[in-house]
């Protein structure tokens, strides 16, 4: 598994939720330059873009998720921090990370996700 995602569970509608996730060590001396993306997948949908995040910080952000999630990463654990507060059942989904670019690509395989449940 080159990413593992993790910190998903079942929380309310409103509540707040901390994700992760960690480049394996086969990818570690690459991560650092790489722009990250943070994506979903709800039951019987494709997966989709929730927020990105450049190498220096620099952050996007769908807009779905604008106002109510925040991405952040720390180099030197090699790791991306997904924050979700204002949950809303609409926000059901797998999350996974991987790379991000505009033509929509990404360099490593998909892992297994992190499942968010959000109960109304």
């Known amino acids: 598994v080159q990413l593992q995602a993790s910190g998903g569970g079942l929380v309310q509608t409103g509540g707040s939720l901390g994700l992760s996730c960690v480049a394996s060590?086969?990818?570690?001396?690459?991560?650092?330059?790489?722009?990250m993306g943070w994506y979903r997948q709800a039951p019987g949908k494709e997966r989709e873009l929730v927020a990105d995040i450049t190498s220096g910080g620099d952050t996007n952000y769908a807009d779905s998720v604008k106002g109510r999630f925040t991405i952040s990463r720390d180099n030197s654990r090699k790791t991306v921090y997904p924050q979700m507060r204002s949950l809303k059942p609409e926000d059901t989904a797998d999350y996974f990370c991987n790379t991000y670019s505009p033509i929509g690509t990404v360099v490593w395989n998909w892992g297994q996700g992190t499942l968010v449940t959000v109960s109304s």
């Open positions: 060590r086969s990818i570690s001396s690459v991560f650092n330059p790489k722009r």
